[in-house]
């Protein structure tokens, strides 16, 4: 298990270089000029001085080097730099300078290094998103355990329809008929999700509650159809098997044949299907980021792929792209951990 | 060794037999496998509502707007911000009436007109976008399965693929190659041919993957053994026994690619980096209307629903295609 553990990580950088020159390459192949914005009365010798500054005018093969440089070798010094001097966990170590003078990637907006702006970002997308995932798991499992178990039921036919709803209806359109609902008619909700709220009392953290219920719900919705689909069909394949006869002929109760026997087994394709589908809600955030006014890694990323920031965009689909190998790796992973019969080496 | 007991007359006992044997009654007609999947099909409820409403949208936004000949993106100020008919019922006075059955936006463009128009745009882009998808991901899956130097490459590539941030970069290839396209076919023509090759391209992979193992287990059978022993090239073998027995699969993650595509277009235009401003699609429609929906929540509705039930009809079609296309579940 190790070993391929170690050969499937091994086998993930490859990959991620592919994405990432794919990426750039893209981008490079893009008309957009980023000098389009610069006013006409600027003389040319200025803007091509503006170019290099940007380092356009180097070879694309030196430039895609660059980049690579900047975020697999200098954004780790800043941060080990940020760990040693003002973390708290390790202030005690000796201050470090690794990162001192060397280049960052520069967002071509705001003209701060990237990295910083998507650490700011990325709490309000993980709370947002990971809470969706948490909830729309808690509510998927047991629809499907009882929908299979009380197969062809009212309740089967009904948890199958709502599943298929929820499948089908494109989250911007869940947002707004939700904020239609709840915020215009009967303002119980606010509708627009305010990532400065500091919660630090009772009274500050039921508004934080408060506002995080539409975008939550909006997102688990997805989450839950898709899973509870899953977690259905994985039981009917377990109710018929030959071990939970003979676990019901040995008088177990139903409660222990249905909760541990068959639970456990139909469980390890829903923990595939659960690590797998986390890129794809990251990639639904960016629309819910977006109905909800959500200043999170999606918002950012369509506000920079408009002003034509090129170093954002590279960076952030590249965040994107790693999330995506990362959860495929855990997949792999806990299938092999789960089911004893498949071992990868 | 003792010899066999051999029967008086064997013809007689054979006799015998062959009267127990005999069917009692008249033989059923034969039946064709198609008529086997259409019966199958026919006890889905679901998907028989979700065939005909597809097949009923599909003709509505092909031959509404000549019905309906108001011409979707004509400004009539004058007119603007009239509510549907059926606000009568509750409200005598609001400005509603049968020359605008659905009522007008902002700038009085008709809304039944821009639906049925919204509507042919993003029914042609998901039925094209799936075609090219299922085009492009069965020849990979034929190719990987059927041939065994490319496998190993063609699977590494998809596999590729498939780990690509896909949202992101649809959104990063119309935005940034939007302007060239525009330029070269028109900005309708251009985006249109932008949107459906970028959907295809990112949604071939699933198709491919299922095609090749498919393939992979039927090209063992002895059919194919047997096609290869008297010479049909591998080209002959693909088109006259591979491909016919595939058809299921393909045809169900057809339905599945058609919902994606429909989905994934109106994302784009909800995220205003689709269709220009002017040419109404239903994610567009939705997108315009989020802004005023205090007032007119049927703006925001339409559209939504209108999308909402084409993908659900889909998914529908696409659970009744897969018990009717799969003979274990057929004829239980």
């Given amino acids: 298990m190790l070993t391929f553990t170690i050969r499937r990580l091994l086998l993930s950088i490859p990959t991620l270089l592919f994405i990432s020159l794919v990426i750039f390459l893209l981008l490079q192949l893009a008309p957009g000029d980023p000098m389009a914005q610069v006013p006409l009365t600027v003389p040319p010798e200025v803007k091509e001085k503006m170019r290099e500054a940007l380092g356009l005018g180097q070879p694309i093969h030196i430039q895609y080097w660059k980049w690579l440089v900047q975020v697999f070798w200098i954004e780790p010094q800043v941060f080990i730099d940020y760990l040693t001097n003002r973390s708290a966990l390790f202030s005690w170590l000796p201050d470090t300078a690794f990162s001192e003078g060397k280049l960052r990637v520069i967002s071509w907006q705001t003209r701060s290094p990237v990295m910083d702006i998507v650490i700011q970002r990325m709490p309000q997308t993980l709370w947002v998103v990971g809470l969706a995932y948490i909830v729309g798991i808690v509510i998927a499992i047991p629809i499907g355990i009882y929908s299979a178990y009380r197969h062809y039921s009212v309740f089967d036919q009904a948890g199958t329809f709502v599943t298929m709803v929820g499948f089908s209806i494109p989250p911007f359109f869940t947002g707004p008929l939700l904020i239609v609902i709840f915020s215009v008619y009967l303002g119980w909700l606010p509708s627009i999700y305010d990532t400065t709220h500091v919660v630090n009392d009772w009274a500050s953290f039921k508004v934080q509650f408060m506002q995080m219920i539409m975008p939550v719900m909006v997102l688990a919705l997805q989450t839950t159809a898709q899973i509870s689909r899953y977690m259905r069909g994985a039981m009917l394949d377990n109710l018929n098997q030959d071990y939970v006869r003979t676990a019901r002929a040995k008088g177990l109760k139903e409660s222990v044949v249905v909760m541990v026997h068959v639970l456990r087994n139909s469980m390890i394709p829903v923990v595939t299907v659960i690590a797998l589908g986390m890129p794809a809600i990251f990639g639904g955030a960016i629309i819910t980021e977006n109905v909800f006014k959500v200043n999170g890694i999606g918002q950012l990323l369509l506000t920079a792929l408009r002003a034509n920031d090129l170093p954002m965009v590279m960076t952030l689909t590249f965040i994107f792209a790693v999330l995506i190998v990362l959860f495929n790796l855990i997949a792999d992973i806990l299938y092999g951990l789960l089911d004893p019969r498949i071992r990868y080496d | ?332």
Avoid: C
């Avoid at chain 2, 699977?155 to 896909?166: A, H, K, N, V």
């Avoid at chain 2, 059919?223 to 693909?238: N, V």
């Fill in chain 2, 1 to 332: 060794m003792t010899e066999q007991p051999i029967p008086a007359s064997p013809v007689e006992a054979d006799l015998e037999f062959m009267k127990a044997l005999q069917d009692k009654g008249p033989q059923k007609p034969p039946r064709s496998q198609w008529r086997d999947v259409w019966d199958q099909f026919r006890k889905h409820k679901g998907a028989l509502f979700g065939g005909s409403f597809l097949i009923f949208i599909t003709l509505a936004v092909i031959f509404g707007p000549y019905i309906w000949d108001i011409d979707a993106k004509k400004l009539d100020i004058r007119n603007k911000d009239w509510r549907p008919i059926y606000t009568l019922l509750w409200d005598g006075d609001a400005k509603a009436g049968w020359i605008h059955p659905l009522g007008t936006d902002q700038l009085g463009r008709d809304i039944l007109a821009q639906m049925l128009f919204g509507g042919r745009v993003s029914m042609a882009v998901g039925w094209m976008a799936m075609a090219l998808a299922l085009i492009i991901g069965t020849a990979i899956g034929v190719l990987s399965g059927f041939f065994k130097r490319m496998d190993f490459w063609l699977m590494r590539f998809t596999d590729l693929i498939l780990s690509l941030p896909i949202l992101p970069l649809v959104l990063l290839a119309v935005t940034l190659f939007g302007q060239p396209l525009r330029s070269q076919f028109g900005p309708e023509g251009g985006m249109f041919i932008l949107i459906v090759s970028v959907i295809s391209l990112t949604s071939w992979m699933q198709t491919a993957r299922i095609v090749r193992g498919d393939i992979l287990a039927l090209k063992e059978r002895e059919f194919i053994l047997a096609a290869r022993s008297i010479g049909t090239t591998p080209g002959k073998i693909i088109r006259r026994h591979l491909l016919p027995n595939v058809i299921s699969p393909i045809m169900v993650s057809a339905t599945l690619g058609l919902a994606t595509a429909i989905i994934t277009e109106s994302a784009l235009s909800f995220l205003g980096v689709g269709f220009p401003s002017d040419f109404p699609t239903w994610g567009k429609q939705l997108a315009d209307a989020v802004d005023r929906m205090q007032e007119f929540p049927e703006r925001v509705m339409l559209p939504g629903i209108a999308i909402s039930l084409t993908v659900l009809a889909v998914n529908y079609l696409g659970d009744g295609l897969r018990d009717a296309l799969d003979p274990r579940i057929r004829g239980r």
